[in-house]
């Protein structure tokens, strides 16, 4: 199946369609590196890349599009270059590393977009430290100049962020003084919590325009290392030696290419390889359909890395990832998400066995990791999850999580008069229990089961085992089991509730809803961060025709409302 074109084609409200498949040939923004065990992320943003029209990168100032080369890199990084233990971060213009999201992007974006480019820079940027926590690639953030608002929120996520001294470079968040509105990728929590700046200076910082230099900066924890221009090259070169020494990554010298996904977009569906989309514009719902594998899993480790990206634990996940993404920033008016399955629910579970055979390979690692991180950004997508377990499913290991993830699930009881297909069914791995923790570290059956860790064990002893409807209401893995009577009806009616709602409300219910259980740095920067930044971004003070977003560099200061809520 080739690549469609279809990514150009216009959407059905006459608005380009954002693709987030790239590879480092159509990068027009970095430059990815390699060099032994080290490799260089350089940020050289093309000034008339924009993603729209309207506004120029300068500065290497970034857009959506720009953030979609960086998570395309990172991920590469993962898969094709498992020789490379170190990351260096950088600029290639002289005197400035980045100044951040372009303001003139802002000014003019929606606010759906506005929310949704937040979300997505902010997974990228907890890609970076997941990079180094579970992929052993310590990133060294090296800044020559400017690093402003959203640039030091990008070395933020960086293990060791190095300033020059040279009198004039500084790192700063200017967005309230600036903008009236908060940084938007994770400043704030990772300031407070990541490094530990004390209140009243992070206060200072986060409100003052010009940002901080050389020792203050050092003194204050805002970053690791002031270097002197004259000594910074050779600096970079000996930390990125040293954290590749240091770093836990193993031995493999040969990755596995992330080759294009096989899709075609059609008025009202997406096809791949191993799912299909299909929307239903009136009922606003999208159904995903995650098909199965055809084969069964591969003989030994070696011959799961020459299947490469047509493995299809990674492929699925793939596939999904751009599912998921492509509804978020292209299909604004979904509703509710519904996730179905069809196969074989022991041949998935033949590949979770297989995957656990082979656990401390370094490309069973990396594919875990994957879906843990497909499984987060599904969590974290703001539209109504339901999963319908129906005769000829596959929601096993793995897949199951799915149905964890989800706001409801419903499970088919018996079979319909007739049908043939397999029962219901839904089973467990050992996945379930520790590979994809959510966003507040814990598991998703550990969350659902907070009130009684008993019944997480319960659960546990039943792994490996098809249960049906019966056992798996009673195990508490659903919400719902339903027989032929009631199903059509039930789903239904659910699905015109759930889409006569407010959307507002409904993304606010879902979010506090799906993370119960510890508060964790990630938590914090999407339910709290991202929640007022949500709200600040929806004021009169920021985006109003007299607010400080809109008369940003007019030459006209804002007008606000000074009534404080």
Same mark, same amino acid.
């Given at each position: ?20 498949? =790239? ?97 997505? $820079? ?16 310590? $990133? ?44 938007? =990728? ?114 030994? *480790?070696?011959?799961? $890395? *020459? ?42 579970? *033949? ?29 974290? =997508? ?9 005769? &000829? ?94 199903? &059509? ?77």
């Amino acid at each position: 199946m080739a690549d469609a074109p279809a990514p150009e084609r216009p959407l059905a409200n006459g608005r380009t369609r954002i693709d987030f498949q =790239t590879d480092p040939s159509s990068y027009r923004h970095w430059k990815l590196k390699i060099d032994g065990d080290v490799a260089t992320l350089l940020l050289d943003v093309d000034e008339e890349g924009s993603l729209f029209e309207g506004y120029e990168l300068k500065l290497n100032s970034y857009d959506l599009g720009v953030d979609i080369e960086l998570a395309d890199a990172i991920e590469r990084l993962r898969f094709e270059y498992p020789q490379v233990r170190a990351v260096v971060l950088r600029s290639g213009k002289p005197r400035v590393f980045c100044a951040g999201a372009n303001i003139r992007m802002l000014a003019g974006a929606s606010h759906v977009h506005k929310v949704n480019f937040c979300k997505f $820079t902010n997974e990228t940027r907890n890609g970076i430290e997941d990079l180094s926590e579970n992929s052993g690639l310590r $990133t060294i953030c090296a800044i020559n100049g400017t690093a402003a608002g959203g640039g030091y929120e990008l070395a933020l996520a960086a293990d060791y962020i190095m300033l020059v001294d040279d009198g004039s470079s500084a790192v700063s968040l200017p967005e309230l003084p600036l903008l009236a509105v908060l940084p938007g =990728t994770g400043g704030l929590t990772r300031v407070a919590d990541k490094r530990k700046v004390r209140r009243d200076h992070a206060d200072f910082f986060c409100t003052t325009e010009e940002g901080v230099k050389g020792k203050r900066a050092l003194d204050w924890r805002l970053v690791d290392e002031v270097v002197p221009g004259s000594k910074f090259e050779e600096t970079i070169a000996a930390r990125a030696k040293e954290f590749a020494a240091k770093s836990s990554r193993g031995a493999a010298k040969e990755g596995i290419k992330l080759t294009s996904l096989a899709r075609v977009f059609s008025a009202n569906s997406v096809e791949y390889d191993s799912l299909s989309v299909e929307f239903d514009r009136g009922g606003r719902i999208a159904t995903i359909m995650l098909r199965g594998p055809v084969a069964p899993p591969p003989a030994s *480790a070696d011959a799961m $890395t *020459a299947l490469c990206a047509e493995f299809w634990p990674l492929k699925l996940a793939r596939e999904l990832d751009d599912a998921i993404l492509n509804i978020r920033l292209n299909e604004f008016d979904v509703a509710a998400i519904l996730f179905k399955s069809s196969g074989d629910p022991a041949a998935v579970m *033949a590949y979770e066995r297989f995957l656990d055979a082979n656990k401390d390979y370094w490309l069973t690692r990396e594919i875990r990791h994957f879906w843990k991180r497909v499984l987060k950004r599904t969590d974290l =997508t703001a539209r109504s999850l339901v999963t319908l377990i129906e005769p &000829d499913s596959c929601f096993a290991g793995t897949l199951a999580e799915i149905a964890f993830a989800s706001d409801r699930s419903y499970m088919f009881l018996g079979q319909r008069e007739g049908d043939n297909r397999p029962p219901a069914t839904i089973a467990l791995s050992a996945a379930n229990f520790g590979a994809y923790p959510m966003s507040n570290g814990l598991t998703r059956l550990a969350s659902r089961f907070l009130a009684d860790p008993a019944d997480l064990e319960t659960a546990k002893s039943n792994s490996e085992k098809m249960l049906d409807a019966d056992a798996a209401q009673r195990l508490g893995l659903i919400t719902f089991a339903l027989d032929d009577i009631d199903w &059509d009806d039930e789903v239904r009616v659910f699905l015109e509730e759930r889409a006569s709602f407010s959307p507002d409300g409904l993304t606010g219910l879902e979010a506090n809803l799906r993370f119960a259980g510890p508060e964790t740095m990630e938590s914090k920067i999407f339910a709290r961060l991202t929640a007022w930044q949500n709200w600040i971004f929806q004021r009169p003070n920021a985006v109003g025709e007299e607010g400080a977003l809109k008369r940003y560099g007019t030459g006209q200061q804002p007008v606000f409302d000074t009534r404080r809520a």
